[in-house]
């Protein structure tokens, strides 16, 4: 079982990333994708879920309108666009995965891919 995240770097206040989660050794499709991010000092947080019922997508209220989450059942990826990236969105970014619906708390989840770095600083 295997989730790799992707797709992290430096970009400037204002600027986009697009993380990718690559799936392996389970179920994808009957899996919630969620990702999670920490920062130093701080603990982990939930940022946003996409369920394997209907596709239902959540977000954290501080990326709100700025984030979108989505996942491709046929590659087994799960992305997380974020546009207009703040200087308080630097951290570490996780995804994780967990059977059905979607949760906020770490705990629920299944499996978890190692994290990557974004930093958005001018």
């Known amino acids: 079982v295997q989730l790799q995240a992707s797709g992290g770097g430096l970009v400037q206040p204002g600027g986009s990333l697009r993380l990718s989660c690559i799936a392996s050794?389970?179920?994808?499709?009957?899996?919630?994708i969620a990702w999670f991010r920490q920062a130093p000092g701080k603990e982990r947080e939930w940022v946003s879920c996409i369920s394997s019922i209907e596709d239902s997508t959540y977000y954290a209220d501080s990326v709100k309108g700025r984030f979108t989450i989505s996942r491709d059942n046929a590659k087994n990826t799960g992305h997380l666009q974020m546009d207009n990236l703040r200087p308080e969105d630097t951290a570490n970014y996780y995804c994780?995965?967990?059977?059905?619906?979607?949760?906020?708390?770490?705990?629920?989840?299944?499996?978890w891919g190692k994290g990557t770095q974004v930093t958005v600083s001018s």
């Open positions: 994780a995965s967990t059977l059905g619906t979607c949760t906020y708390f770490p705990q629920d989840m299944n499996y």
């Open positions: 050794g389970f179920a994808f499709y009957n899996h919630a």
